[in-house]
């Protein structure tokens, strides 16, 4: 593609925590109206290639350069990036549990009119935004009596009201259900095929990659180590992925650790029960 249909350049991102190198000379290209894949094992720094690009770690906390619409980019907090129109959904979904969908949409961007937040302006742009996230709730609807899943779709209906251009999803599947990722992903789609939104998305099921990704770029230990362009001509080839991601043959997947003898005990943990923080009646771990 020519260099007109790139809308972000991240160029020779390198970014340390003390002594941890995160990310080294990292080089990342998204053309426009495409679904980006990124890939690469726990820990490889693919969230903080995110942050950095969305403002969470400032200009001047990394080197290397991030071009986005034509224009170099030196955000200082997620609120610049943001007037961009670059939108980043966290791994941790960040709604306030308490608060309607509605308010949780608006929150920080309120439908106003003189000073006074205009309840009935509210409730009817949250509804057309749920419409098109494909969500028949009531904007009304404390955000915590709704599944991970529809919430997923609140903070993409929440994306949608700020203009959106680029949509990062950071492992938005995976804590949903087989059918709500299958939703998710067709939302993605739809926004690509509709709205021309571009997405990033972050994900270790292969098969999703396999199935909406148009490009992806693969991190292993915070370099970029290779791009694969999917087509409908010539699919993914996921082994060819797993390869790339763990930089070792296939057959050694799972390496023998050497000191694998298991010693004497040492953690025990008996009769233990926990609840959901949200809802005490839920019981999450049950080991008694
Ligand atoms: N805030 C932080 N402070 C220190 N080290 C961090 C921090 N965030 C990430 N790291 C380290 O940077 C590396 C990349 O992490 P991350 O970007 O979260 O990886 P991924 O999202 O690919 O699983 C890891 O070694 C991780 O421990
Ligand atoms: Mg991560």
Redesign the pocket.
């Known amino acids: 593609m020519s260099s007109n249909d790139t809308i972000l350049t991240m160029e020779n991102i390198t970014k340390t925590?003390g002594p941890?190198k995160?990310l080294t000379d990292v080089n990342l290209s998204v053309d426009r109206g495409e679904i980006h894949a990124i890939c690469?094992e726990?820990?490889?720094?693919?969230?903080?290639l995110m942050n950095v690009l969305s403002g969470v770690y400032p200009y001047g906390s990394y080197s290397g350069k991030i071009t986005f619409d034509g224009k170099e980019c030196k955000y200082h907090t997620i609120n610049d990036s943001e007037a961009d129109g670059i939108v980043i959904i966290h791994q941790e979904l960040a709604l306030s549990p308490f608060l309607s969908i509605a308010e949780n949409i608006f929150i920080g961007n309120e439908q106003a009119k003189g000073g006074v937040i205009d309840w009935d302006k509210t409730r009817a742009e949250a509804k057309k935004l749920l419409d098109r996230v494909g969500l028949p709730e009531d904007p009304d609807t404390k955000v915590m009596d709704i599944g991970v899943g529809k919430q997923q779709l609140v903070e993409i209906a929440k994306a949608l009201s700020k203009d959106v251009k680029l949509l990062i999803l950071d492992e938005p599947t995976a804590a949903l259900n087989d059918e709500d990722s299958a939703h998710l992903l067709d939302l993605v789609r739809q926004l690509r095929d509709e709205q021309g939104v571009t997405s990033i998305i972050i994900t270790h099921k292969l098969n999703e990659v396999a199935a909406i990704a148009d490009n992806v770029t693969i991190i292993r230990d915070?370099s970029t180590v290779g791009v694969m362009y999917v087509t409908p001509e010539t699919p993914l080839d996921q082994e060819e992925l797993i390869r790339k991601m763990v930089g070792r043959p296939l057959h050694n997947l799972y390496p023998n650790h050497p000191s694998n003898t298991p010693g004497e005990e040492y953690l025990r943990v008996e009769d233990w029960t926990v609840h959901h923080p949200l809802d005490a009646e839920r019981v999450i771990v049950d080991l008694t």
């Open positions: 925590f941890v995160a690469g726990n820990g490889a720094g693919k969230s903080t915070g």
